[in-house]
């Protein structure tokens, strides 16, 4: 079993800011959270010389007139066939050429502006510190939420903007899953019922947002009873269950779907370069800004960008970019972190989401599926601005404490004696058999379904570094942070071949890459966890425990090596690949000097019996051939 933890961050904007930039191009740029803004805008596009007006109010958002000229609609829309052009080839284009846009952050903001504008007729480039989705974009609840929560607000405040903002989200989420069924679909959502009146206000609630999607309902909500509820969502708690009610809402792969724009918009003719770094703007004589100067972090070659268009798109740096055109402005942004756990997959149906729409304080929190795993957020704190935000106890006891309100009490006793306050703590999940992942190639992970071959093409979808590929292209940091530490080796092998870097890139993306599963997704506690583990084991279990490890020992040298491991599983005809080998004895080793001596040994019994960790895989194997008396599972219940 294992646990994830990843923290999103945001900004709230309290001003929206007009940035108006020089010749016929006057763009509105608004970066925000729950704030809705229309206004209407005439762009002169440089690549066709015909006007566009461009409505964006309403549900008419999207529409334009080209005038005089329709013909021009086709080459708009003219897409690059073929491969893709490479990242040199887009740097290229970059240096030398001048651009009627220019887009700062790669994002889901970033990305759909490129995407628009450069189907409009402008010529776009677009510029990404880090990877393509690397911040917020990739870390979010995994939702294309239409908005139910904030269709409160606009019933009981009569808040027209509120109401204009649901309107327009659900148009949006219906676009979206319409457009890109592979990357999102609708998905049902559980709202449990503990008490006898909240049947019709809740109701009532869900129905308008029914109503309020008009010709774009997914699906029409529905109220199921107890015994209907139970056998859909089997953990829920019995206790004092009224019912529940059904609605549902869109789901997607939040970094794919963010990639995918970015290569669209490539592929109708944007120049979009990730790892490149915004160092200043460019000024004309008037002081309006009128491009960028930039570097490429990977190489540090420098460059002017000339654009008449800056957009600002970068989420929570929105204020740092602003900084650089006027030294004196006001910040308008109060950077906000969630975080995000990710549980085993049996916490929740494979098909069904859950929502707590009233936490103990004011929140809502989802539970939802996602790539057969579960995730459960989020919170919503104040935080200083960082590149690399890390969870912290309180909000990960929050989710927690939160979700077991709704799960039966075997259950709830798992979440709080598993995780609790050693959240970071867990194993890693059980074997997961190949007859669940029918595929074809060769695994990264024998747990999970990656292959080689989609890191070969996750560098030709622009991937530059290992974290690109084990977070945005393959999400296995997510979903698994164990299983992405074991397969960074292969990783940077393969991109290695692919990107000719030498044994020094090689070692510095393999420690760039450890950093960042344990930092930014939340196993910098995995072997301080079990290295602090007190020592719990009775007289007679500390006695089995020396047992099992002498018998691994067969030279009695004081430690297990990894031929003492081969030697054992051979003698139990067990058939066991070398890798998983070097795993087994990597979990337990703390001291990481290739062997395991006798603390270390006590540490991983004492850690699985007073439920530090939940699961180990040596342990495991070990009981398989003779069971002792100290159980690999967690004492306490749980499933």
Known sequence: ????????????????????????????????????????????????????????????????????????????????????????????????????????????????????????????????????????????????????????????GLDIEQYRMV???????????????????????????????????????????????????????????????????????????????????????????????????????????????????????????CGAHVTDTLTGEEWDVEAKAVVNATGPFTDSIRLMADPDTTPICQPSAGVHIVLPGYYSPSSTGLLDPSTSDGRVIFFLPWQRMTVAGTTDAPVSLTFHPSPNDVDIEFILREIRNYLSSDVARHLASTYGDKAFAVARMSKITGKRWPIIGHRLHSEFPYIEAEVEYAVKEYACTAIDVIARRLRLAFLNTYAAYEVLDKVVDIMGKELNWSAAEKKNQLNMAREFIEVEMGQNAREHSLSTVPLSLTAEEMQAARERF?????????????????????????????????????????????????NEFFQLYSGLKGGQIAQNRLARYLDEFEPMPVSVLRSGGGI
């Open 550 to 598: 002498r018998t691994l020992d067969k030279e009695n040298k004081g430690h297990i090596t990894l031929n003492d491991l081969r030697r054992h599983f051979q003698k139990h005809d067990s058939k066991i690949d070398e890798s998983l080998l070097h795993e087994l004895l990597n979990e337990v080793d703390l001291n990481k000097n290739g062997e395991i001596d006798l």
């Open 167 to 289: 309107k327009e989200a659900l148009f949006e989420r219906a676009n979206l899953i319409h457009c890109a069924p592979h990357l999102s679909y609708p998905l049902p959502i559980m709202l449990p019922i503990y008490k006898l009146w909240q049947v019709p206000y809740y109701w009532l609630g869900i129905k308008a947002y029914d109503i309020v999607s008009g010709g774009r309902v997914l699906k029409k909500s529905y109220y199921i009873n107890k015994t209907q509820a139970l056998e859909l969502f089997p953990m829920l708690k019995k206790e004092s269950l009224v019912g529940a009610l059904m609605y549902y809402d869109g789901q997607h792969n939040d970094s794919r779907m963010n990639i995918a724009i970015i290569l669209s918009a490539i592929r109708h003719g944007a120049k979009a370069v990730n790892h490149v770094k915004v160092s200043k703007l460019l000024k004309n004589t008037e002081g309006i800004v």
């Open 1 to 156: 079993m294992c646990v994830c933890v990843y923290v999103c961050m945001y900004v709230c904007v309290y001003v929206c800011v007009y940035v108006c930039v020089c010749l016929c191009v006057c763009v509105c740029v608004c970066s925000c959270k729950c704030v809705c803004v229309n206004f209407r805008i005439y762009v002169q596009a440089s690549t066709s010389f015909s006007l566009l007006k461009i409505d964006l109010n309403g549900s008419t958002r999207f529409r334009t007139v080209l005038a005089d000229n329709s013909d021009i609609h086709g080459q708009l829309n003219k897409r690059i066939s073929g491969q893709l052009p490479t990242r040199k080839d887009l740097i290229s284009s970059l240096k030398s050429d001048k651009f009627d846009v220019l887009v700062i952050g790669g994002g889901a903001t970033g990305a759909g502006v490129a995407l628009d504008a450069q189907t409009r007729g402008l010529k776009t480039a677009l510029v990404e510190l880090d990877d393509f989705s690397s911040g917020t974009s990739s870390r979010s609840t995994k939702l294309i939420h239409g908005g139910v929560r904030y269709l409160q607000a606009a019933i009981f």
